[in-house]
């Protein structure tokens, strides 16, 4: 399973857009790439998914490079309610091993 | 449609007590899973599995046993609770293309 690597904490303000990057050098040519979105004491929520180029839905983008080696998590205008704590995980969509494994995340703090 | 439903939400264990956290989901979902959340930490997977009468382990599955007789349930067991138990504890369940994954509300697990 290809590791990721994500900052540890961001701050932001709101009606700011906020990039968060995930570095995962050794994604292979099956991976795809997810981001879920935790709020305290809940269960993690997904927000995106993506393979290749840009993705884009109601609420993130997700850009990914021709290497696929990294990807950036783009979220457009956040407000106090965004703060929460991002996952990437990078894993084969056909769901060979079924694991799917997170790492530490990136805390996003918004602040007024 | 309930989604993913734990039982049960809080619990207090002595040192020593056995239990059995339950997950049901109602999607007919191929996989699921167990993770454990410590304070301050992302999510650990603990067991999982890719279909009815399969499990496998995570990357702590230590002190903990799981079974899946049938499609919607994921049971985990606590044999002979520790103090290092006590966690948050999610439940997830996905489809085989692992697209996206939903979680259950967590139990708070507390050994003394």
């Known amino acids: 399973l290809a590791k990721t690597t994500q900052p540890i904490s961001m701050d932001s303000y709101e009606g700011q857009e906020v990039n968060i990057t995930c570095s995962h050098n050794?994604?292979?040519?099956?991976?795809?790439i997810t981001w879920y979105q935790q709020f305290p004491s809940q269960g993690p929520r997904f927000i995106i998914q993506g393979y290749k180029t840009k993705v884009t839905n109601e609420v993130a983008s997700l850009f990914i490079p021709a290497d696929r080696k990294s990807s950036t998590l783009s979220l457009p205008r956040v407000s106090l309610s965004d703060t929460a704590v991002y996952y990437c995980?990078?894993?084969?969509?056909?769901?060979?091993?079924?694991?799917?494994?997170f790492g530490q995340g990136t805390t996003l703090q918004v602040k007024p | 449609n309930a989604g993913v439903t734990q039982t049960p939400k809080f619990r207090v264990l002595k040192t020593g007590q056995s239990m059995t956290l339950l997950c049901a989901q109602d999607m007919n979902h191929e996989y699921m899973y167990w993770y454990r959340q410590d304070p301050g930490m992302g999510l650990r997977l603990i067991h999982y599995s890719v279909g009815e009468g399969t499990t496998a382990k995570g990357e702590v599955p230590d002190g903990y046993n799981v079974s899946r007789l049938k499609k919607q349930n994921f049971l985990l067991g606590l044999e002979s609770a520790a103090p290092s138990q006590t966690s948050v504890y999610f439940c997830?369940?996905?489809?085989?293309?692992?697209?996206?994954?939903?979680f259950g509300q967590g139990t708070r697990l507390t050994v003394v």
């Open positions: 995980l990078v894993g084969d969509m056909r769901g060979n091993t079924g694991k799917l494994i």
């Open positions: 050794n994604i292979a040519t099956n991976d795809y």
């Open positions: 997830a369940s996905a489809t085989v293309m692992n697209t996206e994954a939903f």
